[in-house]
């Protein structure tokens, strides 16, 4: 039998978010409780996230915002599941572009995979411009669309590092969110030549959704399955 390999991902993207098993059933229809467990076995919710389950289960809240939310939800479900599809047949006719494969992979290997949203975190200036270019004219995001977030230890210079990474993403520093600075031990000790960590964020979930078919469509191309 065929891996549904677009629902598992999807499944598990949704489980890291917090959400419960019955939450994620009602988003991806015709899936059972024994399959969704081993496709979600290995992943460890956060305190955080149990104590809103356990909250929910008490009040007795969900099934009347279940009942309620349920046409959204199958919305939401065709919707996503339509992008996904798009993607993938995409990302096969393109996977000979070098850009576009490369931006796959690093984003598979160094992005954000949960909340679904595109986040890209990097302290290399080539990598992040490199995702800059892969966001502008692979993904085509609207220069709108971009905020940046930096995290510079405090014997740096705060003005600096934001006017080199704005340099560096061509992102007005009105778009920076304020910077993280973290204390460190290293008394007087600075590399010049090192602007801390610069984080890329775009709100967008139908891009993510996009991205996620683009890798799907990827590992079809190579014919590679979850073991």
Same mark, same amino acid.
């Given at each position: 039998?065929?891996?549904?390999?677009?629902?598992?991902?999807?499944?598990?993207?949704?489980?890291?978010?917090?959400?419960?098993?019955?939450?994620?059933?009602?988003?991806?229809?015709?899936? &059972?409780?024994?399959?969704?467990?081993?496709?979600?076995?290995?992943?460890?919710?956060?305190?955080?996230?149990?104590?809103?389950?356990?909250?929910?289960?008490?009040?007795?809240?969900?099934?009347?915002?279940?009942?309620?939310?349920?046409?959204?939800?199958?919305?939401?479900?065709?919707?996503?599941?339509?992008?996904?599809?798009?993607?993938?047949?995409?990302?096969?006719?393109?996977?000979?572009?070098?850009?576009?494969?490369?931006?796959?992979?690093?984003? +598979?290997?160094?992005?954000?995979?949960?909340?679904?949203?595109?986040?890209?975190?990097?302290?290399?200036? @080539?990598?992040?411009?490199?995702? @800059?270019? +892969?966001?502008?004219?692979?993904?085509?995001?609207?220069?709108?669309?971009?905020? *940046?977030?930096?995290?510079? @230890?405090?014997?740096?210079?705060?003005?600096?590092?934001?006017?080199? +990474? &704005?340099?560096?993403?061509?992102?007005?520093?009105?778009?920076?969110?304020?910077?993280?600075?973290?204390?460190?031990?290293?008394?007087?000790?600075?590399?010049?030549?090192?602007?801390?960590?610069?984080?890329? *964020?775009?709100?967008?979930?139908?891009?993510?959704?996009?991205?996620?078919? +683009?890798?799907?469509?990827?590992?079809?191309?190579?014919?590679?399955?979850?073991?």
């Amino acid at each position: 039998m065929k891996v549904r390999l677009a629902e598992r991902l999807l499944a598990r993207e949704f489980r890291k978010q917090g959400f419960s098993f019955s939450e994620i059933m009602g988003k991806i229809p015709n899936l &059972s409780k024994g399959t969704l467990s081993g496709w979600l076995k290995d992943i460890e919710l956060t305190e955080k996230q149990k104590e809103r389950l356990l909250e929910k289960i008490k009040s007795g809240s969900g099934k009347g915002r279940a009942k309620g939310a349920f046409a959204n939800h199958q919305k939401r479900i065709e919707k996503t599941k339509y992008i996904i599809d798009v993607a993938k047949s995409e990302a096969k006719k393109r996977i000979v572009d070098t850009l576009f494969l490369i931006g796959v992979m690093l984003y +598979w290997a160094e992005g954000d995979k949960t909340q679904e949203r595109v986040g890209f975190t990097n302290s290399n200036q @080539m990598m992040i411009q490199l995702m @800059m270019k +892969w966001f502008r004219e692979i993904c085509e995001v609207p220069e709108t669309k971009f905020r *940046v977030t930096l995290s510079i @230890m405090m014997l740096h210079d705060k003005k600096e590092s934001e006017r080199f +990474w &704005s340099r560096t993403t061509r992102v007005s520093l009105n778009q920076f969110n304020k910077t993280h600075i973290k204390p460190t031990l290293l008394k007087g000790k600075r590399n010049p030549s090192y602007m801390g960590t610069c984080r890329i *964020v775009i709100s967008d979930k139908n891009l993510f959704r996009k991205m996620l078919g +683009w890798r799907l469509g990827i590992l079809e191309s190579l014919q590679l399955m979850p073991l």
